[in-house]
């Protein structure tokens, strides 16, 4: 079965650089379609999407961050990797990862069908 | 940029029907998913592609969408539908995946 899990730090200092991991199983980001992506929601806000990684390794940022952001994958180890740099406490949030669903072949118009648990980061000196 | 808005809270007796908008200009021509979020979880999916539901959710929820409103409707509402629902679009003039500013059900 299709399973995701983020991990990484609970805690970060401002100006830091926060790296996650999304460690997944049940898929491989090396088969035609398939997509991971990140989602951040701070506490009591709404989903913000942040970035996506394709199988073809194309890569997608939100605008907004696009110049802190960078995500990579190691298909080998089943991960995806996101790097936010220049971390700010109005960054503190549950980060999560999806993947894509692969019915489509195009993973812009598709769901998000399964999801991490979820990491909080809190950003604080 | 594009934004999705729904309103803040929707509040439901039990065995009422709960409907939940989402509003943007012209989103009758996207694909609009929603998402189920209950206190401390991850969002579930519970429909896709404007109106099919994954396997394991309840026919009593729907959905529908034309014009510029997209809409998700409980029928039968249980205690367990209490939960945050947001909208989802990919917005294809700025390649972003846009979400909803969310609803909180409540039943009463």
């Known amino acids: 079965q299709v399973t995701l899990r983020e991990s990484g730090p609970a805690l970060v200092k401002p100006t830091q650089t926060l790296t996650l991991i999304c460690s997944f199983s049940?898929?491989?980001?090396?088969?035609?379609?398939?997509?991971v992506t990140w989602i951040r929601q701070p506490p009591g806000k709404a989903l913000q999407w942040l970035a996506r990684?394709?199988?073809?390794?194309?890569?997608y940022y939100t605008t907004s961050l696009k110049t802190r952001l960078s995500i990579a994958k190691d298909t080998s180890k089943n991960q995806v990797v996101l790097t936010m740099t220049n971390m700010d406490p109005v960054d503190t949030a549950t980060f999560y990862c999806?993947?894509?669903?692969?019915?489509?072949?195009?993973?812009?118009?598709?769901?998000?069908?399964?999801w991490g648990q979820g990491t909080l980061v809190t950003v604080s000196s | 940029s594009y934004v999705l808005t729904q309103p803040p809270s929707v509040s439901v007796a039990p065995g009422q029907t709960a409907r939940i908008t989402c509003e943007e200009n012209?989103?009758?021509?996207?694909?609009v998913h929603w998402y189920q979020q209950k206190p401390g979880q991850a969002p579930v999916l519970v429909v896709y592609?404007?109106?099919d539901r994954p396997s394991g959710i309840p026919e009593r929820i729907s959905g529908s969408n034309s014009g510029n409103t997209a809409t998700l409707t409980i029928s039968r509402v249980e205690a367990g539908d209490e939960a945050d629902y947001y909208c989802?679009?990919?917005?294809?003039?700025?390649?972003?995946?846009?979400f909803g500013t969310g609803t909180k059900v409540t039943v009463l």
């Open positions: 999806a993947r894509n669903n692969p019915y489509s072949t195009n993973c812009d118009i598709s769901p998000f069908d399964y």
């Open positions: 990684i394709d199988w073809d390794d194309d890569k």
């Open positions: 049940g898929f491989s980001l090396n088969t035609r379609g398939m997509c």
């Open positions: 012209n989103i009758g021509s996207k694909s």
């Open positions: 989802q679009v990919w917005d294809s003039t700025s390649d972003h995946y846009v």
């Open positions: 592609d404007d109106f």
